[in-house]
Nanobody, 127 residues
């Protein structure tokens, strides 16, 4: 079993920054992609960003391109989401997800592609 624990959420003013972290522990696959999704109240969970095994592919949602950056430290089994120029519409619970892979393909932006999920961390951006 794999456990994912997110951290770094909080309350920030519009225009501010936050860095989310997601640490994987337990029986993680030897190779895996990771992604970030978010869910605002009353809305469906939506894709934010993902990173392939080896970090060669990092797709982003159009709504966060140029503002958010995903990265990973494979030695620490941790993925990060640097969020800059935050907007009130970025307010949501942010979830990280993990998918075991065989090759370093472009990770999916579809939630049910991922095998494991964290519990989420709240990000609130005030106007």
């Amino acid at each position: 079993q794999v456990q994912l624990v997110e951290s770094g959420g909080g309350l920030v003013q519009a225009g501010g920054s936050l860095r989310l972290s997601c640490a994987a522990s337990g029986r993680a696959p030897s190779r895996y992609a990771m992604g970030w999704f978010r869910q605002a109240p009353g809305k469906e969970r939506e894709f934010v960003a993902a990173i392939s095994w080896g970090s060669s592919s990092t797709p982003y949602a159009d709504s966060v391109k140029g503002r958010f950056t995903i990265s990973r430290d494979s030695a620490k089994n941790t993925v990060y989401l640097q969020m800059n120029s935050l907007k009130p519409e970025d307010t949501a619970v942010y979830y990280c997800a993990l998918k075991g892979v065989i090759v370093a393909r472009t990770p999916s932006n579809v939630a049910n592609w991922y095998d494991y999920w964290g519990q989420g961390t709240q990000v609130t951006v005030s106007s």
